[in-house]
């Protein structure tokens, strides 16, 4: 009877979070693992693992499909100053076609302890550099000077803020992630010259995302989670999940991203310091006649301290 009220509360507080009037922003890169990925969205995340903590995320998708979206991500961070500071760094490279898009973001939170969880408020800066691969494009002529050499990279600031509510087993999140909206400004030839920002409120892009876990029996553990992306003026995106954890080593679990795709993962816990993840997309669009699947690998370590031991794996 306690697992039925259970499985109804995530059920409820998924449908609450769906009663929105925001919109959605497809200019983000988006992730299948999100929930172990949360501070590439979230700058108000860092120090949450109480440890030093790298993650790296691989994202390949709609495979067989030239030019498809490719994105790499790489995120530090850790809690000092007796876990009153969270710190971290984040970088990622995301290419579509010849167009190249580089980030480099330093994560600060402040942090405050409440008597069931940790309140984190978080804010992030750094710059995201543009560039078109023109050596990428294959042309018929050999000798074409257009394609002879990439464009000059341009670099563009930016900046978020993020709120981060989070207990051992529940974690609940709302952030704006980049503040500015950048225009490439090319000139007569095609050549990007500059990047223009500025602060569109109704090209604000938000996220919020929530989770928990709850015991189905000493072996087997339920994680409902769920990522809203929103932004004025066009349709709610959203990604709910569903995975267990067996045998506190196993991840198994499945998800659907609104008018998107349905998505299968697995993640191997080897130990209390290191996580391996994989995710696999099926598309549901019209891309599906052309386009294979999207794949996503992820890893994630955990530094002991001496100081601290790590008893038991995070579970977001």
């Known amino acids: 009877m306690q697992l039925i009220k259970k499985i109804g509360l995530a059920t409820l507080m998924l449908l609450c979070l769906l009663n929105t009037k925001q919109a959605m922003s497809q200019s983000e890169p988006m992730f299948s693992q999100y929930t172990f990925n949360e501070i590439f969205i979230n700058p108000a995340y860092a120090g949450s693992h109480e440890a030093l903590s790298f993650s790296s995320v691989f994202r390949k998708q709609w495979v067989n499909i030239e030019g498809a979206p490719t994105t790499k991500t790489f995120t530090a961070h850790s809690s000092l100053f007796k876990s009153k500071v969270g710190l971290g760094f984040t970088a990622y490279q995301d290419q579509i076609g010849v167009s190249s898009q580089t980030g480099y973001f330093l994560n600060y939170a402040f942090r405050i302890k409440l008597n069931k969880g940790t ?20 042309t018929n ?5 257009k394609f002879s050499s990439n464009t000059p990279m341009v670099f563009a600031p930016n900046f978020g803020f993020g709120t981060y509510y989070y207990t051992k087993r529940f974690y609940f999140g709302v952030s704006v992630p980049r503040m500015i909206t950048n225009k490439l400004v090319v000139n007569q030839y095609g050549v990007v010259e500059r990047v ?18 709850f015991d189905v029996n000493p072996l087997v553990k339920l994680r409902p989670s769920m990522m809203i992306k929103a932004v004025q003026n066009a349709p709610i995106e959203y990604d709910a999940n569903l995975s267990a954890l067996l045998l506190n080593s196993i991840w198994l679990g499945g998800g659907y991203r609104s008018g998107d795709s349905w998505n299968l ?12 993840g994989y995710s696999y997309d ?20 955990v530094l002991k301290y001496s100081s601290k031991k790590i008893t038991s794996p995070r579970y977001f």
């Open 265 to 276: 993962l697995t993640a191997i816990q080897v130990n209390n310091q290191l996580r391996i």
């Open 119 to 138: 309140l984190s408020l978080g804010m992030l800066g750094g710059f995201s550099g543009y560039q078109e691969r023109l050596t990428d494009i294959k």
């Open 196 to 213: 223009d920002g500025s602060l569109n409120k109704e090209a604000l892009h938000y996220f919020v995302a929530t989770g928990f876990i």
């Open 141 to 145: 002529d050999a000798g074409d000077t």
């Open 282 to 301: 099926y598309t549901i669009t019209k891309l599906k006649d052309f386009a294979g699947g999207s794949h996503e690998f992820s890893m994630n370590y």
